[in-house]
């Protein structure tokens, strides 16, 4: 009698056992793929990135020190979702990997200072005070950084609205939470940061003071060039700029007709490459971007770089070195006159593309070199998932030894045809 009660308890101890030991398997496989797919995949991308490498040797100051080399990190259109568009999961999906891309960047790549190129969030152009407080905290948790790290925002037209949504409480919102600058000196190194979307040139009252503050850059940088011969003028004798030509960061890309001269793997789609650009919504306005009549510089007298092709107005005033904007979403590089490149930086968000990525920038006074830091691709992770439910289904068969059975089938049939 204690013999068979021994052998039933064994009987039961065992698919007691095969259930754990089941159980146990999947737990591995959906522990190590959810640690793979959302957390150590974006250090394996990111890894592979590095800062480039300045095409000349750092020059050497007067003092016999090289010239610093300023590390920079640039990214666009990251597009939080605010309480009115798009569903919560979606919402919580590109915010985790927003999160883990940059605080990943932070840590591997160790840059100096952040660049944001607008559209910071989806909403601020309609958003409440009390869902702009949210959106805010929100940001200010996905991209925390150390405090040795800068982080510098522009504007885009989703943060304070088109021109005609933008006004001066959106303005004052904005800049209250990002301190937003128009100039940016650090190494020896000029950055000019333009509210693009008060550049509609109809002489609106945000449009002619963000004009005059530019005219006042202008005439301040200038100054800076003549730093080596003695100060006269209306240049005065107060604190100068580093003698740099800046770089210049904006939300709209300067004007251009299309994408069709576009080319990479992050460029406009084929089908949209063609799709004439809309003035004052994808791009800036003729008006504004390119100098329409006979004008100069402040500080230069009329008449000068008459035989030069017409520039855009920015970089009439500005004569910036390089020129970085977003808002389409999509990779580009245009020369403008004068041989200055402008470079569209890609969505850092999922949500806007299968492969966003940032820009990296090693940059002295005189020089710069860039190159582009692409995140995991967001098929890659689906394709994972896949795998590992197909992982997962096999498992459960083969623990119900099911998983021969189709096998078992197909083999039969296949030897009864044989057999006739």
Known sequence: MVTIRLELGRQNFHPLKRRSFLLLKLTAVVFAVLLFCEFLIYY???????????????????????????????????????EVRGHWLDKLRREWQMERAFQTALCLLQPEVVFILGDIFDEGKWSSSQAWANDVERFQKIFRHPQHVQ??????????????????????????????????SWKGINF?????????????????????????????????????????????AGQQLPDSAPVLLQHYPLYRSS?????????????????????????????????????????????????????????????????????????????????????????????????????????????????????????????????AAGILLALILAHFELLALPFLCGWNLLRKHKRI
């Open 192 to 236: 000019v940061m333009v509210n693009s979307v008060a550049l509609e040139g109809d002489g609106c009252s945000i449009c002619s003071e963000t004009e005059a503050k530019l005219i006042e850059l202008s005439h301040r940088l200038n100054c800076s060039r003549k730093q080596q011969a003695p100060l006269s003028g209306p240049c005065g």
């Open 44 to 82: 394996l991308v990111i890894f592979q990135c590095n800062w480039p490498e300045l095409k000349t040797p750092t020059q050497v100051r007067d003092q016999g020190t090289p010239e610093p080399v300023l590390r920079a990190m640039f990214l666009a259109d990251t597009h939080l979702l605010g």
């Open 259 to 387: 994408d069709a001269n576009c080319s990479g793997e992050d460029a406009a789609p084929p089908e949209e490459k063609n799709i004439p650009f809309k003035e004052k919504y994808d791009v800036l306005s003729r008006e504004a971007s390119y100098k329409q009549k006979q004008s100069s510089p402040p500080d230069e007298p009329f008449g000068t770089r008459l035989t030069e092709p017409p520039a855009p107005q920015l970089l009439w005033w500005l004569q910036p070195r390089l020129v970085l904007s977003g808002h389409t979403h999509s990779a580009c590089q245009v020369i403008h006159g004068g041989g200055v490149p402008e470079l569209s930086v890609p969505s850092f968000s999922w949500r806007n593309r299968n492969n966003p990525s940032f820009i990296m920038g090693s940059i002295t006074a005189t020089d710069y070199s860039l190159s582009k830091c692409y995140l995991p691709l967001e098929g890659t992770v689906l394709a994972t998932y896949c795998g």
């Open 151 to 184: 982080l510098k925002v522009v504007a885009g037209n989703h943060d304070i609205g088109f021109h005609y949504q933008m006004n001066t409480y959106k303005i004052k919102r904005f800049e209250k939470v990002f301190n937003s600058e128009k100039l940016f």
